[in-house]
């Protein structure tokens, strides 16, 4: 196993036709092109900003091939193949290993609150099942599992393909607790709080911003590696700006409606709306339309940063 992961890689949108009755395809290709030209170094396809629990078997199959075929190794490509039921986990991660994927992105099962020994043999049955790597994804929020460092460092040690982890506990002593346990073998990305977790042993971020800021979202990491802490803060603060004007009084998980919405207005191409039970940015009305705006104007503020920051990448522009 020698693919090596580091950076911003995006948990991308799935875009959808206008009426949600299937995943668009053009618009899809459209989203890959823009985020490789962004300079975004991978990309990972149904997680929770994906959508994943509104994704036929059949749906996902095509999206997977059009999204690994499109992309043809200009980016990474990472799938989210978690299931509640273990046969289908197992089943995804093959289907997206036998079709080109980099790399997978699972949560321990869901809803069950399974046990540690059950989530060692969930992991144990995907990893006799492929030799691609893993990134387990630790988000008690959505799960309703909280995997302790004691389970991670079980099993990095037990499984050859789990080497990465994004940890989203919001717990960001978590990176450093890990890379420890692991004697370094484990390589944390952030879910959040990136310039904290990289200064804490972090190597990467997974992250939904990427859907609007790639660039910003992929350069941050970037300005870690090189040592500009205080210029990734500057980008950190901003984000955090408009962060909270997604969480302020919005319904739960925000980020999906609005990451859509906003990548729309950043692409300059639709990618549909979320799919019920999720509120979908079309029924926030006016008020969803003055938030979106007051956030697209702390993007510009973005952008100035941007280039001024960075400023041979503006003028190739």
Known sequence: ????????????????????????????????DWQVAEGVPGIIILGTTGEFLTVSDEERQLYVETT?????????????????????????????????????????????????????????????AVSIPIMLYNNPFTSNVDMPVSLVARLTKAFEQIRYI???????????????ATDGVMNVFAGERVVQ????????????YGNYIPRASHKICDFMEEGRTEDAKKIEHLIHKFDRIIAEGHPTYGHQCYSKALCAARAGFSVGDVRKPLTQFADLGAD??????????????????MAELDPRQAAAE
Do not use: W
């Not at 969803?288 to 104007?297: F, N, P, Q």
């Open 1 to 32: 196993m020698t693919k090596e992961f580091r950076g911003s890689y995006t948990v991308s949108v799935t875009p959808f036709t206008q009426d949600g009755s299937t995943i668009d395809l053009d618009a899809l290709k459209k989203f890959l």
């Open 68 to 128: 690994v075929k499109h992309v043809d190794g200009r980016m990474d490509v990472m799938v989210g193949s978690m299931n509640a039921y273990t046969p289908n986990a197992v089943r995804y991660s093959r289907e997206a290993e036998e079709m080109g994927a980099d790399g997978l992105m699972i949560i321990p099962p869901y809803y069950y609150t399974p046990t540690e020994d059950e989530i060692f043999n969930y992991y144990r049955d995907i990893c006799e």
């Open 166 to 180: 994004k940890e989203a506990s919001m717990d960001v002593a978590r990176v450093f607790e890990i890379v420890e």
């Open 197 to 208: 977790s990289y200064l804490l042993g972090a190597v990467g971020y997974v992250n939904p």
């Open 288 to 305: 969803g339309i003055e938030r979106r705006d007051r956030i697209l104007a702390i993007i510009d503020d973005l952008d100035a940063l």
